[in-house]
T-cell receptor, first 110, second 119 residues
Framework: GQNIDQPTEMTATEGAIVQINCTYQ??????LFWYQQHAGEAPTFLSY????GLEEKGRFSSFLSRSKGYSYLLLKELQMKDSASYLC???????????FGRGTSLIVHP | DAGVIQSPRHEVTEMGQEVTLRCKPI?????LFWYRQTMMRGLELLIY????????DSGMPEDRFSAKMPNASFSTLKIQPSEPRDSAVYFC?????????????????FGAGSRLTVL
């Protein structure tokens, strides 16, 4: 299986930048995903990384280092609506089905 | 497309009762997943289907849980008898496998979830 570790909770200020880290252990890595989940809602897909490096998509970027088993999600110009849980998920071990981490609850305050 | 549709959105039942959760995946998606989410354990995969066939049910907690997918547009997750520790949000998700140069990925689309409370 996959071991996925991410901080439980983070706080940040509106307009700032925040980096949410994720470390993982898996054999046969097939890809890493980030999902956003607002309270009481379903997770929604944010990004997918399979190669090392940074993938930028508007205010959100995701980075992957396969050799280090490490990823981060970078959120710029934070807005109040970015308050949500951010789930790191990894597929590997011969499967393309993602296993989810516990999620990082991000609180953005004015 | 209306997305993944789940029903009921909320269910409150008493211990020992049978619970049936329903899911309609996105048309054209050939993978269907059932997840359970709790504060203690996060998002756990219970079972997934490919082309209506159960592929991995190792996450199903015990024999009280069963899932079926009689056709490509409908799946059920049944709990009988239900217990208070089954209280959770149950998500259904669907996807199709996207092949790429370095393998592929299943990007899941989740339904809104069914919040189950067992008293």
């Amino acid at each position: 299986g996959q071991n996925i570790d991410q901080p439980t909770e983070m706080t940040a200020t509106e307009g700032a930048i925040v980096q949410i880290n994720c470390t993982y252990q898996t054999s046969g890595f097939n890809g890493l995903f980030w999902y956003q989940q607002h309270a009481g809602e379903a997770p929604t897909f944010l990004s997918y990384n399979v190669l090392d490096g940074l993938e930028e998509k508007g205010r959100f970027s995701s980075f992957l280092s396969r050799s280090k088993g490490y990823s981060y999600l970078l959120l710029k110009e934070l807005q109040m609506k970015d308050s949500a849980s951010y789930l790191c998920a990894v597929s590997g071990g011969g499967s393309y089905i993602p296993t989810f981490g516990r999620g990082t609850s991000l609180i953005v305050h004015p | 497309d209306a997305g993944v549709i789940q029903s009921p959105r909320h269910e409150v039942t008493e211990m020992g009762q049978e619970v049936t959760l329903r899911c309609k995946p996105i048309s054209g998606h050939d993978y269907l997943f059932w997840y359970r989410q709790t504060m203690m354990r996060g998002l756990e995969l219970l079972i997934y289907f490919n082309n209506n066939v159960p592929i991995d049910d190792s996450g199903m907690p015990e024999d009280r849980f069963s899932a079926k997918m009689p056709n490509a547009s409908f799946s059920t997750l049944k709990i009988q008898p239900s217990e208070p520790r089954d209280s959770a949000v149950y998500f259904c998700a669907s996807s199709t496998y996207l092949a790429g140069a370095l393998g592929g990925a299943n990007v899941l689309t989740f339904g809104a979830g069914s919040r189950l409370t067992v008293l």
